[in-house]
């Protein structure tokens, strides 16, 4: 069985600093991609970033990065020069063919 | 480009009624998921279109829950005899079958059963 976990529930950063949000997932697949979705209160769900299995180089979008270790099925997300609009719920979600895992979230609080 | 959209944006109804919501994917995106999101969890994956077939159902959904898409574009998603436990926020996603099939989400129905 395919599973996310996001051992986080609540993360907080200053403004400004720097802030990893960890994941970790269960396959047996070679062939798959990772997400990061945000979802401000009250608003609809937003891609972040995404990063394809096969690829050993981490994505980078601006200030989002991931540290993807595909052996030891870990894809964390780093924000970097955190804004008070990164406050969030920041979901991880696995993709394979037809078929998509999220994790229950990891709620980011900005403090300015 | 409009984005996903999802009508109603909220619902209420009365255990035992039936209800139907509507999603308009982004026009050329071929791929439409549904998922139900509770309070503090994450989304979970309902079901998946590719054009008007369904590929996809998740063994969790009852057979009160039947999902469409006849002609390959918006699709329905109905609720037969809704329970209490219906209640959840209903997100629908769509994407395009080229690449990492990144799906874009609307804004979901909110759906509150009495």
């Known amino acids: 069985a395919q599973t996310v976990t996001q051992s986080q529930p609540e993360m907080s950063v200053q403004e400004a600093e720097t802030v990893t949000l960890s994941c970790t997932y269960d396959t047996s697949e070679s062939d798959y991609y990772l997400f990061w979705y945000k979802q401000p209160p009250s608003r609809q769900m937003i891609l972040v970033i995404r990063?394809?299995?096969?690829?050993?180089q981490n994505a980078t979008e601006n200030r989002f990065s991931v540290n993807f270790q595909k052996a030891a099925k870990s894809f964390s997300l780093k924000i970097s020069d955190s804004q008070l609009g990164d406050a969030a719920m920041y979901f991880c979600?696995?993709?394979?063919?037809?078929?998509?895992?999220f994790g229950t979230g990891t709620s980011l609080t900005v403090i300015p | 480009d409009t984005g996903v959209s999802q009508d109603p944006r909220h619902k209420i109804t009365k255990r035992g009624q039936n209800v139907t919501f509507r999603c308009d994917p982004i026009s050329e995106h071929n791929r439409l998921y549904w998922y139900r999101q509770t309070l503090g969890q994450g989304p979970e994956f309902l079901t998946y279109?590719?054009?008007?077939?369904?590929?996809?159902k998740s063994r969790l959904l009852s057979d009160r829950f039947s999902a469409e898409r006849p002609k390959g574009s918006f699709s329905t998603l109905e609720i037969q005899r809704t329970e209490q436990g219906d209640s959840a926020m209903y997100l629908c996603?769509?994407?395009?079958?080229?690449?990492?099939?990144?799906?874009?989400f609307g804004p979901g129905t909110r759906l509150t059963v009495l």
């Open positions: 279109f590719q054009n008007e077939a369904q590929l996809e």
């Open positions: 996603a769509s994407s395009s079958r080229a690449g990492s099939d990144t799906q874009y």
């Open positions: 990063q394809e299995a096969y690829k050993q």
């Open positions: 979600a696995y993709r394979r063919p037809g078929q998509f895992y």
